[in-house]
Each structure stands twice: as structure tokens, then as C-alpha cells.
């Protein structure tokens, strides 16, 4: 089992920042990659960014490239999601993920197996 644990969330006026933090526990040996998530009301959860647990490889959604940066800490078994210039568009509640296979998609939520409770960020124009 991995436990994830998000923080970080808050409001704040379109152009700001914030940084999420998502810290994981338990059978860290088993991950293979974590990501963000997030979900607006009346809408499908969508992929943010995510990062590969070793080396250096991320990836990001098309409407937040550029604008937010996914970085991890292994010795603490710690990732962030720095988010720069934020949008009011960018309001939902964000949640880390944590993925065991190396097949599979990174963008799909479908292929990870583990979720933190979510944060909420509100973004007001």
C-alpha cells in the first residue's frame, strides 16, 4: 500500500502562484511514477503533470505547460507541483497519484493506483 498526502492548496488572484506539495508513504519501493491530477465541478478528472520516480523525465498537460513545474524529492519521498501564473480556469481540487507499473499510460488516470484526498485551489479573476 502507498499513502499520499497532499497540502498546499488556498486561494488565490489569477497571475499568483502556489506550490503543492504531495508527500508518500508505505511501500515507496513499488512506484514508478507520480502524478497530478485535478477536477473541476461537473467535469472529468484531468492529468496536470506527472514525474517519473527515477531519472529525470516529466511531462505535462498542454494547458499547463510552461506555467507549472512537477519536481520530486526522493529523500523525502516528496513531489511538487510549483504552479506560476495562474488562471481561474486552473480552480479545481488538485490530487497526487501514484503509479506501480511502468506500462500503462502517465496521462491516464486509470493507471494509477493510488490517490491522495485532494486540495483545493481556487483561483479568482
Known amino acids: 500500500q502507498v499513502q499520499l498526502v497532499e497540502s498546499g492548496g488556498g486561494l488565490v488572484q489569477a497571475g499568483g502562484s502556489l506550490r503543492l506539495s504531495c508527500a508518500a508513504s508505505?511501500?515507496?519501493?513499488?512506484?514508478?511514477?507520480l502524478g497530478w491530477f485535478r477536477q473541476a465541478p461537473g467535469k472529468e478528472r484531468e492529468f496536470v503533470a506527472a514525474a517519473r520516480w527515477s531519472g529525470g523525465y516529466t511531462y505535462y498537460a498542454d494547458s499547463v505547460r510552461g506555467r507549472f513545474t512537477i519536481s520530486r524529492d526522493n529523500a523525502k519521498n516528496t513531489v511538487y507541483l510549483q504552479m506560476n501564473s495562474l488562471k481561474p480556469e486552473d480552480t479545481a481540487v488538485y490530487y497526487c497519484?501514484?503509479?506501480?507499473?511502468?506500462?500503462?499510460?502517465?496521462?491516464?488516470?486509470?493507471?494509477?493506483?493510488?490517490w491522495g484526498q485532494g486540495t483545493q485551489v481556487t483561483v479568482s479573476s
Open positions: 497519484a501514484a503509479k506501480e507499473r511502468y506500462s500503462g499510460s502517465l496521462y491516464s488516470r486509470n493507471d494509477y493506483g493510488y
Open positions: 508505505g511501500r515507496i519501493s513499488s512506484v514508478t511514477a
